[in-house]
């Protein structure tokens, strides 16, 4: 029984990772960089769902669920105001470029988020309701429910948008070779614009997702970030669904190891198993191995 | 720009002499501390292109090594300090192995995960390292029983030691060991291709770079007098990353430039109480976005350096050679998945003979070049050359063995002049850059190019892309000349040009083989044609013979209907 | 680079002393990192403090940034020493203070701070003074009340993978050592972990009678929030984390319920009008609620300054009166102990499960807690 209720709250906490881990991949695979502000850009759906809920609240009842879509739309419009301060001046730069680059957004995130809110970790409204419902001999937080569906949802219509749209296509082929969509007659940059606005959003919704039950700091994206980096690792550079399944991996993981031995060992664990990973199989677990150009 | 960084160098003295408090000395001794651990860095990521998230681990490693010996067991510096500096190499050389052979994106993680790793380890062994407290009473720089001062006396210490490693990395950068470390940052199966033993030259670099983060990391603690996890943790590496990408990647002046300015940032803004570091956020968005290259880049955009005066070029002696078979092939195969890219192939070049190598797409004929030249390990098969077995050889005892290549996409480092691009193929042989760079230019005029040789590779037209690459090749002095579709994309003038280049090389008694498409090129061109089909030796005659055989001409039309 | 500085001058002065000295006062605190949030109360603490100066004495204080590394913390006490200063209010991170400590015995300096990091005043260094009960004593506190009060013999501890954690479980093992209580479980939190369901898992299986938390702010608050999910019987009594009003504002009342926590004290329950009027004065400047740190920051500042005001003027002057003085604070009386441990109190308090604001239920003074 034990076993089952920690292996809910690890898909819980896997479904909000994979979300975190999905806006990281997109963007990786549309503009070719490392988004080392990512985690900060969770952070910062987190605070933005703080800071709005009480105006929220005064006229809704139930403020997470209004308040998703409009992280969503701030968020998306957060990214687009990053990728053109942060990726656009720094297009066919060493890709090292960018890494930097976001480093500094994450530091002007962080501080930023110190500065407006202060250091006291804060909650965000649950999505439905707080509390808890028994599903046999299951105790579930309502929120833990929320996030799976949620995430299955913003996963899924992800992956329609991708395979069944015209613009869902075109990021994907923007994203797969960018130089064979341009000769297309695809507007790359556009499409890369598009990709981190969609990115950022899916963050903010993670953040928005766990502030209400881990909380937010202004420096909690150090961590997520690394999840997030670790997930696309394990699941195969590039590969999407991969990343989803490593960030529920990672979870699954860290609840497992930590309920067998403890938190310091779970950590270090993962960190050892992704370096076995790393040096047995580099292509990730589900990847294939990238072809060397002679 | 050098009397520019040396006039910097005075004023920097002056302050540090007559101007600066014992605040402004402190914030200087740490800028000297960073300075030296992204000198180091500049080897491994600025030279070697390798992203290691390692390098504020060796630093925190040397640190603790100093932490400890000095404040649990009363050793002083002249033992310390020798240990902070092995440690982290043994740590490097350990590590490295694995790890070193992974890809960019994955050897990044891979580091950063050997940092979280060794950051664990010394939270949570409280015995031996205090825990997250740290260890406090960590003696200053002492020896022969004298504490050298806080202030001035420890600014100069630090700064003498950044200045004598300083130095070392530049010579190190400027000569053969980091041009060799650039070749294969941009290129790494080219640098194999032209003799350099990568996996050793990347374990070289990265185990030099935790020398001196390890160096610094000691210095850190016996500035701040306490070792705490602090130093392992992930802002020190961020900080090294962003000093050296800020500064001027791969240049040692950037890394001093980089630490100066990118530790007295923030002290600057300290009057904005707890939003100081928005704007050293800002700040550090607006270098990497406005200074591409990094403040050297800019002091040399602003004071262009004089270009060096050419080498006198230098003949390279000619290789006595016999007549005869000089590489012999027998029964290569090589599968991909469950394709057999090649399936026993046998043939022998012979010495002064020029080989054509034809098929249609997929026939195997770049597989063929690939393992003779040893980027790809055969499955079975033997390979000979003059009598030393090189069968399933790493391509860089391949190349210095004697034989040589070009790649079917040039693969010339944009950003270099075309006398670095061809020097680099003498890296491995010659004593110094100016021998090498002396001897390409000869290669250079003999193929009619010595004119374009400070012109970037990036900016030259296609035909004399392939003309530099083959220079390169030739530079190599090769006993077995392997081409790779050489007269793709050039004009009919310029094929008949490389048709005479290319018989006078053969003629100096190189065995050459050209995978080549175009017959109207090839056939006049070689001494014998081998066709290959799925595989298979098709064919193996005289050039006149190719377009008479049925087989080959229903491996290239498809079955007769 | 002192061209560069430009410190804010904080000058709060009283009518008709604008000829005499200025007390100077840096405040060097963690304002960014993890610690921030404690680092703010102790800024805050400080200022108003300062703010309140005796009539006739001109303040000055410059606040500086010392994140979390002791570099940065050194050299914030480097810059400050370039002028003349009265006393410094220094870092609540024990790591940041370990370093800051010999500079400051070579300047000449009084380190004023509320960290709880036992070995602080253990290294024989006369410049420090601990105007919040050191682990030591909280830890006493926390022992005593949970075998004495409670009855409780079985124990779970669980604690933080950080210097606060680390140093406090150390005290924690003691003091229940001391009172004949063997812990049956304990553990050390990461504190980036995020489900906490693993660890009441095993700590409940070892049949433990009391949860002994050690925690930081947000992992005390999931932990209690986890443990009502799950319907956790076992009594918690958590570390002085708990007591911030931050923390419980991530919690609905009903989930502290019956939550009692160690603390210097607790400013928001009252007990006092001095402590009411501090609150208030806090709310009002700060927009913020005021804990325990903020609180003993105060008094710290508070003594420093009553030293000022009787004529105490160089840092030696300061350093004799909190070394010799007796200083009656809002919070506690304070006194050194010859280390410069200035507070042997502490408090224990408790929700009722109605309201945020907890009760003191309990107080010991004259803790010493004898130091390893």
């Known amino acids: 029984m034990t076993i089952l209720q920690l292996t809910l709250n690890g898909l819980a906490l896997g479904a909000a990772y994979a979300l975190v881990a999905l806006g990281f991949v997109l963007v990786l695979n549309a503009a070719g960089a490392v988004n080392f502000a990512h985690g900060d850009l969770v952070m910062a759906g987190g605070m933005l769902a703080v800071a709005l809920a009480p105006h929220i609240t005064s006229f809704w009842p139930a403020p997470g669920l209004a308040l998703l879509p409009l992280v969503l739309v701030l968020m998306a419009a957060l990214g687009l105001a990053v990728s053109w301060l942060a990726y656009l001046p720094l297009r066919g730069r060493p890709h090292v470029s960018v890494f930097i680059s976001t480093i500094a957004v994450g530091i002007i995130l962080q501080n930023g988020a110190n500065a407006l809110f202060g250091g006291e970790p804060r909650a965000a409204p649950p999505l439905l309701w707080g509390g808890t419902v028994a599903l046999g001999p299951l105790v579930v937080s309502v929120q833990s429910l929320a996030i799976l569906a949620v995430a299955a949802l913003l996963i899924g219509a992800q992956q329609w948008v991708f395979a069944r749209t015209q613009i869902g296509r075109r990021l994907r082929a923007t994203a797969q070779d960018p130089e064979m969509a341009r000769a297309c007659g695809i507007p790359v940059t556009a499409m890369i614009l598009a990709t981190f606005a969609l990115g950022t959003a899916y963050a903010g919704a993670a953040g928005l997702l766990l502030a209400n039950q881990f909380f937010v700091t202004p420096t909690a994206g150090g961590d997520l970030i690394l999840k997030a980096y670790i997930a696309v690792t394990i699941g195969g550079w590039g590969s999407v669904p991969g990343a989803v399944v490593g960030a529920l991996l990672i979870a699954l993981f860290e609840v497992g190891v930590s309920a067998v031995l403890s938190y310091p060992v779970a950590l270090g664990a993962l960190y050892a198993t992704l370096l076995v990973i790393l040096v047995a199989r580099p292509q990730g677990l589900f990847g294939e191995a990238a072809r060397r150009r002679a | 720009m050098r009397s520019v960084l040396a006039s910097g160098a005075v004023a920097l003295i002056a302050y ?8 402004g000395l402190r914030v200087l001794t740490v800028a000297g501390v960073y300075a030296l651990a992204a000198t180091g860095f500049q080897l491994v990521f600025g030279l070697a292109g390798a992203l290691s ?32 500096l092995a440690l982290p190499v043994l740590l490097a050389l350990l590590v490295g192995l694995p790890v070193l052979r992974l890809e960019s994106h994955y050897f990044a993680l891979a580091t950063l995960g050997i940092a979280q790793v060794v950051l664990l380890l010394a939270v949570n062994t409280p015995d031996l390292t205090g825990g997250a407290n740290g ?12 504490t050298l001062p806080r202030g001035l ?18 010579r190190l950068a400027r000569g053969r060991w980091g041009r060799a470390l650039t070749l294969l940052r941009d290129d790494p199966l080219a640098a194999a291709a032209l003799g350099l033993d990568v996996g050793r030259l990347r374990l070289q670099a990265f185990a030099l770079s935790a020398l001196y983060a390890g160096a610094a990391g000691a210095l850190a603690v016996h500035t701040q007098r306490v070792v705490s996890p602090e130093v392992l943790e992930f802002p020190v590496m961020v900080s090294i990353l962003t000093i050296a990408v800020v500064g001027g990647r791969g240049r040692v002046a950037g890394a001093v430039l980089g630490a100066l300015l990118l530790i007295h940032l923030p002290e600057w803004f300290r009057f904005l109480e707890r939003s100081y570091l928005i704007l050293y956020g800002g700040a550090l968005l607006a270098a990497i976005v406005l200074a591409p290259h990094g403040l050297t880049g800019l002091l040399e955009r602003l004071l262009p350096p004089k270009p060096r005066p050419p080498p006198a070029p230098l003949p390279l002696p000619a290789p006595a050679v016999a007549d005869g078979p000089v590489l012999r092939v027998e029964g290569l195969a090589k599968a991909f998945g469950g394709v057999r890219a090649v399936d026993g192939v046998s043939f022998t070049l012979q010495s002064s003979r020029i080989t054509g190598l034809i098929g249609p797409n997929g026939s195997g004929k770049t597989t063929v070049i690939n393992l003779l030249s040893g980027l790809e390990r055969p499955d079975a098969g033997r390979v000979d050359l003059l009598g030393r077995d090189l069968s399933g050889a790493r391509a860089d005892r391949i190349a210095r063995a004697g034989i040589a290549r070009t790649f079917q996409s040039a693969g010339l480092p944009e950003d270099s002049t075309v006398l670095e691009a061809v020097a680099a193929a003498r890296l491995e042989r010659d004593a110094s850059i100016a021998t090498a760079e002396a001897h390409a230019l000869s290669v ?31 530079a190599r002095q090769p006993r077995v000349l392997l081409l790779d579709e050489p007269a793709a994309g050039l004009t009919d003038a310029e094929k008949a040009e490389l048709s005479g280049h290319l018989r006078a090389i053969a003629a100096d008694g190189v065995a050459v083989l050209v995978v080549e498409h175009d017959m109207g090129f090839l056939l006049p061109l070689a001494d014998r044609v081998l066709a290959l089909d799925q595989g298979r030796v098709l064919y193996d005659g005289a050039p006149a013979g190719v377009p008479h055989d049925p087989a080959v001409v229903e491996a290239y039309l498809g079955a007769p209907a | 680079m002192r061209r560069f500085a430009f410190p804010i001058l904080l000058s709060l002065l009283a009518a008709g002393a604008a000829h005499a000295q200025p007390v100077n006062v840096p405040v060097l605190v963690p304002l960014t990192g993890f610690l921030s949030l404690e680092g703010t109360s102790q800024r805050n603490g400080a200022l108003l403090a300062l703010k309140q100066a005796p009539a006739g004495l001109t303040v000055a204080a410059d606040v500086v940034d010392t994140g979390t590394s002791p570099e940065a913390a050194v050299t914030a006490l480097e810059r400050a020493a370039g002028k003349p200063v009265t006393a410094v209010v220094a870092s609540m ?21 509320v960290s709880g990091t036992a070995s602080i005043t253990e290294q024989g260094n006369p410049w420090v003074f601990r105007f919040f009960p050191g682990d030591a004593v909280t830890k006493a506190a926390h022992a005593r009340y949970v075998v004495e009060d409670l009855g409780r013999k079985r124990p779970a501890v669980i604690y933080q993978t950080t210097a606060y954690g680390q140093g406090g479980k150390a005290q924690l093992m003691e003091q229940f050592q001391k009172l004949g209580a063997t812990p049956v479980f304990e553990e050390g939190v990461d504190t980036s972990a995020k489900d906490l369901l693993p660890v009441i898992t095993k700590a409940l299986a070892a049949n433990p009678d009391v949860l002994v938390l050690h925690l930081h702010s947000a992992p005390t608050a999931l932990f209690i929030r986890q443990a009502a999910a799950h319907g956790v019987g076992v009594p918690i009594v958590a570390g002085s984390a708990m007591h911030q009003p931050s923390t419980a504002a991530l919690l609905e009342p009903a989930e502290l319920k019956g939550v009692c926590a160690e603390t210097a004290a607790s400013p928001v329950s009252g007990g006092s009008p001095e402590v009411e009027a501090f609150t208030a004065a806090y709310r009002g400047a700060f927009n913020a609620e005021p804990d325990a740190f903020a609180l003993a920051q105060y008094d710290g500042v508070r003594m420093v300054l009553d030293a000022a005001a009787k004529g105490a003027r160089t840092a030696e002057q300061v350093r004799d009166a909190l070394a010799k003085g007796t200083h009656k604070g809002l919070a506690m009386t304070y006194a050194s102990d010859g280390k410069g441990n200035m507070a042997h109190s502490a408090v224990i308090v408790c929700y009722d499960g109605k309201t945020r604001v907890p ?10 807690g004898a130091v390893k």
């Open chain 3, 93 to 113: 991170l024990g790591t940041q203070m370990l370093a800051m400590l010999p500079l400051a015995k070579d300047y000449g300096l009084p380190l004023v701070t």
């Open chain 2, 135 to 146: 260890l406090a009473g960590v003696p200053g720089i002492a020896a022969f029983g004298a």
């Open chain 3, 359 to 368: 009760a003191l239920v309990k107080r010991y003074d004259s803790l010493t």
């Open chain 2, 444 to 474: 250079l005029a003999r193929l009619g190019v010595a004119d374009r040789a400070r012109e970037r590779c990036g900016t030259l037209p296609a035909g004399l892309r392939r003309r530099v690459e083959l220079a390169r090749a030739l």
């Open chain 2, 153 to 170: 006396p420890l600014a100069a210490a630090v700064w003498a030691i950044v200045a004598l490693g300083g130095l070392l990395a530049w």
């Open chain 2, 16 to 23: 540090a002499l007559l101007y600066a408090s014992p605040y």
């Open chain 2, 53 to 84: 998230l390692a390098h504020g681990a060796f630093f925190g490693v040397g640190a603790y090594a100093t932490g400890i010996l000095g404040s649990q067991l009363g050793w002083s510096f002249p033992a310390t300090f020798p240990v902070s």
